[in-house]
């Protein structure tokens, strides 16, 4: 495999910081040439807290927030937003995710420890995970989660044993697949009938799944879950796998006579990584997959479950944005501008896991057109460390601040110590003040588990 096409062929776009639209976090803003966002200065962030640095929109975050509860329940009154926090948790967002009346998903007995750490109400808990250690099972029924999704036969039956152990039981959605494949990356597809997630409703394995968690002591079938992938534009497949889901529901009654009383729909909705993308917006996801449900159920004569939806990436990928500093440019003649800075594949390992791509302005020319093309890699030991291939960016020198757009999701949760790299700190902006959440990585961090 070689690199994608040298630059050459690739014109910048021109555009100034505040023409790329739906990748700005909603408070962006240019003064005196410098990139604001939550009323603070991204240039004298970048110089105070150091870089590689994460920055969140709080105003965005919490009005996705808002606005997924608004638009889910203008469609569908009896329902909850389950926040994924696999696209960015942290003991400082879990704690916003409980102030803006959202549940959690949580798919570790990690993330269930930020969560408990954050004071998070255990009963708006939803547990994932397609194969949970009989730890984290343990620790899942100790803590008091509302809900475990489970996803194999040898899972129920261990919550079976632990809940009877403790003289308890546990609520459990049952997750299936609906044989839907979703116009995304192949490995964030998850509803197709090859995955290594929930139980497939057509061979059977989904209906068999359910008898038994009727069948089993200490578990309480509380109804159904699927989630059929990640970073989708095409809203037809979310409709459908509704209309699969229905008929199984319709199916499952005729044949034990038991009606789900919940249905979690997952979460998947795309989002702008470029300022040319054109995804839904959240009002017009929850009238398909959402809205839809309604008249599917009541054809069918089932009753109106409780709903939840779970998405991640479109809450929280736009407040995102990574700061890093300059250190080197280098020009290959006929060939291209290689833009290095201090971070990398470590704190966004997108670019190279799923050829994703980004948009980015020099911060403290902001004011500029984009009127450069480079590619923006990273410090890391690997010739894929790319953040992003053939940029338009304003003129760049050594020392200028980059802003990388849209990494409030999956970025901070898939970073690594790749070269023992100490990973970034941080922060919180809103109304003119930082807030750190979590501070940078030092090297007494990575030598806490050495043993010598
Ligand atoms: N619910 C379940 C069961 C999931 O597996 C996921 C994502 C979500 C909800 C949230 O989906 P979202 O609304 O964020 O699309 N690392 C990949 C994404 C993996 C998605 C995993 N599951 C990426 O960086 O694109």
């Not at 991204?42 to 608004?70: C, I, N, P, W």
């Not at 403790?166 to 998850?190: C, F, N, W």
């Not at 003649?333 to 896991?353: C, E, F, H, K, S």
């Not at 922060?427 to 990585?441: H, M, N, Q, S, W």
């Amino acid at each position: 495999m070689s690199l994608p096409p040298k630059s050459e062929n690739v014109k910048a776009d021109g555009r100034t910081t505040l023409e790329l639209g739906g990748v700005l976090p909603k408070t962006a803003e240019v003064r005196d040439g410098h990139l604001f966002i939550g009323g603070v200065d991204m240039v004298k962030l970048a110089r105070v807290m150091g870089t590689a640095l994460y920055v969140v929109d709080e105003d965005h975050f919490r009005s996705q927030l808002e606005e997924y509860l608004t638009q889910v329940r203008a469609n569908w009154q009896d329902s909850d937003v389950v926040y994924a926090g696999k696209a960015l948790a942290t003991v400082g967002t879990d704690k916003i995710v409980a102030e803006e009346g959202c549940c959690l998903d949580v798919s570790s007995g990690g993330e269930l420890a930020l969560a408990q750490a954050a004071g998070f109400p255990m009963e708006r808990i939803v547990e994932h995970g397609n194969n949970k250690t009989v730890p984290e099972l343990e620790e899942a029924l100790d803590a008091g989660v509302g809900l475990i999704v489970v996803d194999t036969h040898e899972e129920l039956e261990r919550i079976s044993r632990l809940a009877v152990a403790r003289e308890m039981s546990q609520k459990v959605l049952v997750r299936v697949t609906p044989g839907v494949v979703a116009d995304t990356h192949a490995y964030i597809q998850t509803g197709a009938e090859d995955s290594k997630f929930g139980f497939s409703i057509h061979n059977g394995q989904a209906m068999e799944a359910l008898k038994l968690a009727l069948s089993l002591p200490g578990v309480e079938l509380a109804g159904l879950h699927m989630h059929i992938g990640s970073q989708i534009f095409d809203l037809s497949g979310f409709a459908a796998a509704n209309v699969v889901a229905a008929d199984f529901m319709a199916q499952v009654k005729e044949e034990t006579g038991y009606e789900a009383g919940m249905l979690d729909l997952g979460g998947g909705l795309g989002i702008s990584y470029q300022a040319a993308d054109k995804p839904s917006t959240i009002a017009e996801y929850a009238q398909v997959a959402i809205g839809g449900m309604r008249d599917l159920c009541q054809e069918r004569g089932l009753k109106v479950p409780h709903l939840m939806v779970e998405p991640g990436r479109s809450v929280v990928a736009n407040a995102g944005v990574t700061l890093y500093t300059v250190g080197s440019v280098k020009e290959i003649p006929g060939v291209r501008t290689w833009v290095a800075i201090d971070g990398g594949m470590t704190d966004n390992i997108r670019t190279a896991l799923y050829g994703a791509s980004y948009e980015a302005v020099v911060a403290n020319k902001a004011d500029q057109p984009r009127t450069e093309v480079a590619t923006i890699c990273g410090k890391h030991c690997e010739s894929g460390d790319v953040i992003i291939y053939d940029a338009s960016l304003q003129p760049v020198e050594p020392g200028d601040t980059i802003c990388v757009f849209t990494t409030g999701a999956y970025n901070h949760t898939m970073a690594s110590n790749y070269n023992a790299q100490v990973r970034p700190a941080m922060v919180l902006v809103r109304d003119g003040k930082p807030r750190t959440i979590i501070r940078r990585e030092t090297y007494q961090d990575l030598l806490a588990r050495e043993i010598y």
